[in-house]
C-alpha cells in the first residue's frame, strides 16, 4: 500500500519557493482562544503553486505558561508544475492535540511545543509526532507588545511510529515586527527536508511570509510569542 506525505511532491525545484501564511487568533478571556490559519506554498517566488490549507483549533491556556491546543484541518498537495492545477498529489484531513510550554531567560521568549497528530492521507491513516523549539528575542521592548521588533527562530522535528521513523526536518530564521496588538509581520527563511527511503531524502528552501492577526478580548497583559500554527 502506497503512502504519500502531502508536502513532498515529486521532482521539487531547487529554486527558492514561497511559503504564505494567514493566521488569526480570537482571545475572549485569559484561558480560552479559537485559532484559524490558512497556507499557501510554491516552487518559485511566484509561480508553480502546489499546496494549500486551511486549518483551525480551540486552545486552554493554565497558569504557569501552559496551554492545550486540539485542531483540525484540509491539506491539499498538486504537481509541481502550474498553479494548483490538477489532478491532486495528495488530499489529507488532519487531527492534532498539542502541548505548549513556555519559560523566558530574560527577555529570550522560550516556547516549546509537542503535538500528535492523526492523519488521513488519500484514504490510508497514519500517526505523526512532533516537536518545536522556538526562540524569540524582542530587540527594542522587553516583551513582544506594539512597535516591538523581534528576531525569531524555529527547529522542528517529525517523526512516525513506523519505521524508519525519521520524517521531516524543518529549520526556520526570520524576523518580525508587531506594529499593533492585532497585526504583526513576519518574515524568514525556511529549509524543510523530508526524509525518503528511496534516496535519502530531499530538501527546500522557502521564503516564509505570515500575517498575525490577533483579537484580544482579554484585559490581562500577555507575554505573546508570536507565531503560526504549522
Request: net charge positive; aromatic share 18%; hydrophobic share 35%.
Amino acid at each position: 500500500m502506497a503512502f504519500i506525505v502531502p508536502q513532498t511532491v515529486h521532482a521539487q525545484s531547487d529554486a527558492l519557493g514561497s511559503w504564505d501564511v494567514a493566521n488569526f487568533v480570537y482571545t475572549p478571556n485569559s484561558k480560552w482562544s479559537f485559532f484559524f490559519e490558512t497556507q499557501t506554498r510554491s516552487q518559485k517566488l511566484t509561480k508553480d503553486f502546489y499546496y494549500h490549507e486551511f486549518k483551525g483549533g480551540v486552545g486552554y491556556s493554565f497558569p504557569k505558561k501552559i496551554s492545550l491546543l486540539v485542531g483540525m484541518g484540509d491539506y491539499k498537495t498538486y504537481f509541481p508544475e502550474g498553479n494548483f492545477a490538477p489532478p491532486l498529489s495528495a488530499k489529507e484531513f488532519r487531527l492534532w492535540e498539542q502541548l505548549v510550554l513556555n519559560n523566558n531567560i530574560d527577555r529570550l521568549k522560550i516556547e516549546h511545543r509537542y503535538r500528535i497528530e492523526q492523519r488521513w492521507i488519500n484514504g490510508d491513516f497514519r500517526n505523526r509526532f512532533r516537536y518545536r523549539l522556538n526562540p524569540v528575542l524582542p530587540i527594542n521592548h522587553s516583551s513582544v507588545i506594539s512597535n516591538t521588533f523581534y528576531l525569531t527562530a524555529f527547529d522542528e522535528i517529525f517523526f512516525t511510529d513506523k519505521a524508519p521513523y525519521f520524517e521531516r526536518n524543518r529549520f526556520f530564521a526570520g524576523a518580525g515586527y508587531e506594529f499593533t496588538q492585532l497585526f504583526t509581520l513576519q518574515i524568514g527563511w525556511v529549509r524543510q527536508y523530508d526524509y525518503r527511503k528511496i534516496d535519502d531524502g530531499t530538501g527546500k528552501n522557502f521564503l516564509q511570509t505570515s500575517l498575525l492577526f490577533s483579537f484580544d478580548k482579554n484585559t490581562l497583559k500577555r507575554d505573546r510569542i508570536p507565531s503560526n500554527l504549522d
